[in-house]
């Protein structure tokens, strides 16, 4: 990265001036000490370093330290000042043509590191209960989880996308009990749902078991005698729904993991065993508790009710040391944030049972409002737009996934159904695919035939295809040096994509990727607004279609392959 060539310089200048006495009493230099910032005035550079912080050693000015610092670097063709105890950085041709060059020999490669520490990882997401479909704020976390996975990956890391279905306990029971009502409604009985609110809570009168009671009945006479045949018929059908829906929105998990079957595997009962063994548990009020306190929780926690049954705790403790059994380095889940005090037992218990407690790393986030017409919309109130699905088949699946990545993921995220369907400006998604679609345009233009305005005749490509394609395979910094005197901005924008995958796959902020190519896009159309890509000069020509090209290719990487959003070449 840019910044990294000048914080480079900029240390090793500071290391060879105190070995020479020259700045005031300093002994030594830590590297690592000093932050690059962009300047609030561009003029001034397009990096800068504060070095003040170094004057309290050195005892003498911050400007005089910078200015000494100055004499120990190699300009080249960069350009290196001082205002007080800021040095000022603006990076020459050479390093703006080289950056060009490298996302076009790199291509789908460019920004991934070269030396990371690869980490094995477990990423589970959405983990929803298969009584129903997917609500919108399932959406978020699917959009965000999958993004998360792409660009970890891309980051060199290897990564493992699991769904954990919540398939044990009473609401299964509850899903068989409601699919019975629906089918004996369907071989014409006069019943319903239970008027009464703390009944009702029983069942699941959602209209969508209304489908799966028909297909029940394709197969099957009526009722069967156990409830049970019910439960298991329904679960079926909720999943194969679900992965469907997960299927059409591009998220690809590699193992759906059932809580039933890790009761079923006796991998609960185990850990319980364990604890007790181990002397963490105790018992009070007839209840099984967990010494969560003693790890950093704020309270005891039951995992065992008087009634023998296992809290939800008890299981999730369970699943997460069967990851950690099957070899992760380091489990992430996203969580909604009424899990906030969920996340200090479930560690307590990895620590308690003797493993690391920081292998576990927990988003919390926010929901999702719906907006329509400027008005926030309570979820379930709209009849067409109450599950996931439906906002799909409203907006695409482009734009869903976009809108619900593009937030800081402890933001809540106001949906905007009507903008998300707009082909104009506004539209964020739009606006991104449209600068992909220009450049693609661009260089379909430069190779294709051009109509004489005059008399209708066709006139030649003003570059021949096998021409550019060979300039663009060979292509040398020096080539590129016609278009360099307007396109810095531009070129630095595209630059920047190296930290910003550095630092989204660092902090998990995939938020970071939408906002980047949103100001790519402008930067894009900005440039093309003010300067003329295609043009009578050949050689400005081929160079500024370089820069396209190179728009082009970061776009498309960063829209399709982290983003799994489609980029056209055509709109």
Not at 129 to 140: A, K, L
Request: aromatic share 8%; proline share 3%.
């Amino acid at each position: 990265m840019i910044k990294d060539y000048f914080i480079n310089r900029i240390e090793t200048a500071i290391i060879n001036a105190v070995k020479n006495n020259d700045i005031g009493e300093m002994k030594d230099y830590e590297c690592g000490t000093l932050i690059v910032e962009r300047p609030k005035n561009p003029d001034f550079g397009d990096f800068a370093v504060n070095v003040s912080s170094l004057a309290r050693l050195a005892r003498i000015s911050p400007a005089q330290i910078a200015q000494n610092i100055l004499k120990y670097i190699e300009q080249e063709d960069n350009q290196y000042t001082v205002a007080g105890g800021f040095i000022n950085f603006k990076a020459g041709n050479t390093l703006l043509s080289e950056l060009i060059c490298e996302i076009i020999e790199k291509q789908e490669n460019f920004a991934k590191p070269e030396k990371i520490q690869k980490e094995k990882i477990i990423l589970e997401y959405i983990s929803a209960n298969p009584t129903g479909p997917f609500h919108i704020g399932h959406g978020r976390w699917a959009a965000m989880g999958s993004v998360l996975a792409n660009l970890l990956k891309f980051y060199g890391h290897d990564v493992y996308q699991e769904f954990y279905i919540n398939d044990a306990g009473s609401q299964i029971q509850k899903l068989g009990n409601s699919l019975a009502i629906r089918i004996r409604q369907e071989l014409g009985e006069k019943i319903d749902f239970p008027s009464d609110e703390t009944e009702r809570k029983n069942y699941y009168p959602g209209d969508y078991l209304i489908p799966v009671a028909k297909k029940y009945l394709q197969t099957h006479k009526g009722l069967p005698d156990d409830i049970k045949e019910l439960s298991d018929f329904a679960k079926k059908e909720m999943e194969e729904i679900q992965k469907e829906l997960l299927k059409k929105l591009r998220v690809k998990f590699d193992n759906f993991y059932s809580e039933l079957d890790l009761h079923n595997s006796g991998k609960v009962n185990d850990c319980v065993k364990k604890l007790k063994e181990s002397g963490k548990l105790y018992e009070k009020d007839g209840a099984v508790w967990f010494k969560s306190s003693s790890y950093g929780d704020d309270q005891d926690r039951v995992i065992k009710k008087a009634d023998g049954s296992n809290t939800y705790l008890t299981a999730d403790i369970a699943y997460h040391i069967d990851k950690l059994e099957r070899g992760y380095d380091r489990m992430i889940n996203i969580w909604g944030a009424d899990h906030h005090g969920y996340v200090a037992r479930v560690k307590a218990s990895i620590e308690a049972l003797g493993y690391n407690p920081d292998k576990l790393e927990v988003l919390l986030g926010q929901l999702v409002n719906l907006v329509i017409n400027g008005n926030e919309v309570r979820m379930g109130k709209r009849k067409n737009m109450v599950t996931l699905e439906d906002l799909v088949n409203e907006v695409g699946v482009d734009a869903t996934r976009f809108w619900m990545s593009m937030r800081n993921i402890d933001t809540t995220l106001d949906f905007d159904i009507e903008l998300a369907k707009t082909n104009t400006d506004e539209n964020p998604v739009f606006y991104v695919q449209y600068a992909h679609a220009r450049a693609c345009s661009i260089l379909r233009t430069a190779v294709s035939e051009r109509q004489n305005n005059e008399n209708g005749t066709k006139l030649p490509a003003l570059i021949c295809e096998n021409e550019l394609n060979d300039f663009i395979k060979n292509i040398s910094p020096n080539d590129l040096l016609p278009a360099l005197d307007t396109a810095k901005r531009l070129i630095l924008k595209l630059e920047e994509y190296k930290s910003v995958i550095k630092t989204s796959a660092e902090q998990r902020q995939i938020y970071m990727i939408c906002r980047y190519v949103q100001e790519l896009a402008s930067e894009f159309h900005s440039y093309y607004n003010a300067n003329r890509v295609l043009c009578d000069d050949k050689v400005l020509m081929k160079a500024r279609i370089a820069l396209v090209y190179s728009v082009k290719t970061i776009l498309k990487n960063a829209l399709e392959n982290i983003l799994s959003v489609t980029a056209p070449e055509k709109m």
